[in-house]
């Protein structure tokens, strides 16, 4: 069976394109879109949900869990990446690129700490689904989505991950090494109004 890696929803700060803090929730809109990806996601085998606990993932996993039946557990691990003291900053007014290699935010995240972290939640998304039989959804952020994609799983031949992860977005591999990856970034639950917005904010 398989893995998922689903997105949180929309929150009002990821629309307004701002550095999120760790206590922002979902949106009305978010509401929705998570609504919509549990209703895809409810007859899919899913025996466990494992999420991050900043309300915008936690959120997003409790729809899930309530289409499902199935309690959640949570995991520091799988927060987004801490901007630290950039968090509440309109990304269009910063004069530098906050994800840059080299750039390590004021109180927050170097990136090969933020890599490092993935890599042990990786470790613990495989060793709990190594205790189940069916299939174990996993609710988390852009960037962590993004860095397991770029190293941990196989992607299909001539793909690479996105360079932005949607909301609520359904990405699958599976169990065993090397995890080939067999659907990357799917929104199609999404659609009208609550279809995901291509300007919003990923992955701070």
């Not at 690479?160 to 799917?186: D, K, Y």
């Amino acid at each position: 069976m398989s893995i998922i890696l689903i997105r949180h929803g929309e929150t009002a700060l990821n629309a307004a394109r701002v550095l999120q803090p760790a206590a922002t929730p979902l949106n009305e809109k978010g509401i929705e879109q998570a609504q919509a990806m549990a209703g895809r996601l409810g007859n899919t085998g899913i025996e466990a949900i494992l999420s991050s606990d900043m309300p915008r993932a936690f959120m997003t996993a409790q729809a899930l869990s309530k289409t499902t039946g199935l309690p959640i557990a949570t995991s520091t691990l799988l927060h987004e990446r801490s901007f630290g003291d950039l968090r509440g900053l309109p990304y269009d007014d910063l004069d530098f690129d906050p994800n840059a290699q080299d750039y390590e935010p004021p109180n927050g995240e170097s990136w090969p700490v933020f890599l490092a972290r993935v890599a042990r939640a990786f470790e613990e998304i495989v060793r709990t689904r190594a205790t189940m039989q069916g299939t174990l959804a996993v609710v988390t952020h852009g960037l962590v989505i993004r860095a397991i994609l770029e190293s941990h799983v196989q992607l299909p031949a001539g793909s690479a991950a996105p360079e932005r992860m949607g909301n609520t977005s359904v990405s699958i591999f599976g169990s065993s090494a090397p995890h080939p990856v067999s659907l990357m970034n799917c929104s199609a639950h999404l659609e009208g109004r609550i279809s995901d917005d291509a300007r919003a904010l990923a992955g701070f």
